[in-house]
């Protein structure tokens, strides 16, 4: 692993206060994302066959998928991977996350145009990310790295995931060497235990396990796979039972912890107070929208002190 180190030059200034920035931008899909518009089969099932196998026709005779399936989901993403990044290895344990690529390049495309506002920079190798909890799929860093060049470090509690999402970056020659996976011992910390005395991170990004409970978690599914069935009579696909699983997986502490989002963000808040200085934005990501605004009410409570 050769993750470059900062430097004295590169240090920001110290934070007085913490704030928060708001960028405007239109509904939907961000202007750079490469999944705006619909999905070209022919080019995907070209790059991973046994995807063809999964595409039937909809009454418009437009071809799709059923996304209440997880093989399909799967297929689906390394296809998509293929084609607008390059990652010719790209692959998950059985029963783990399985995420949706458009949705999470869209959160890289604002996290940039964030890193602008602030920094003038995106596009850069300099560029440093610590994404918490990366998960068996590597997803965040992985598309960073492709889109903009980023490198950094991605941390979890789970070896599995840690092992899986570092076979990920070494088994692609565009990201090997430019990512490091690093296993939390203590889940009790966010940041304790990974950040090193010479680390030094342009951003933080998260998903969190936003729901409260296990049985939270199923019950989200089972809703969404209703609303999936319901498209699929739409489309002309039939009727599917649904059912209990998790269409695109998850392990729980991928999905869900004690009290849900809100008490991990105020943790995270508090976590990122004392390494403040080493950070220029801490960018959790919100299912939730109360959830953001009851975090935004605490972080402007608890200003951090000016560093001595």
Partial sequence: MNLKKRTD????NKPQEMK????????????????????DFKVLTKLVPTLQSRIKANPRGDMTIDFSDALSVKLLNQALLKQHYQIEYWDIPKGYLCPPIPGRADYIHRLADLLNAEQGMASSSL????????????????????VYGWQGVGSDIDPISVKNAQEIFD????????????????????FKGIIGSNDFFHLTTCNPPFHASAQEAINSSVRKQSNLSNNRKAKGLGDKKTTSSLNFGGQHNELWCDGGEAPLLSAWHLKVEIFLIEYCGSVPCFPKKRTFAG????????VPKKPE
């Fill in 9 to 12: 030059a590169e240090k920001p």
């Fill in 127 to 146: 560029v440093r990310t610590l994404d918490i909890g990366v998960g068996a799929n590597g997803i965040y860093p992985l598309i960073g790295n492709r």
């Fill in 295 to 302: 975090c935004e009410k605490t972080c402007k409570k608890r």
């Fill in 20 to 39: 928060f920035l708001k960028l405007k931008g239109k509904a939907g899909l961000h202007k750079d994302n490469r999944h705006r518009g619909r999905y």
């Fill in 171 to 190: 088994g692609n020659a565009s990201t090997s060497g430019q990512i490091e996976c690093r296993l939390q011992r203590n889940n009790r910390y966010l």
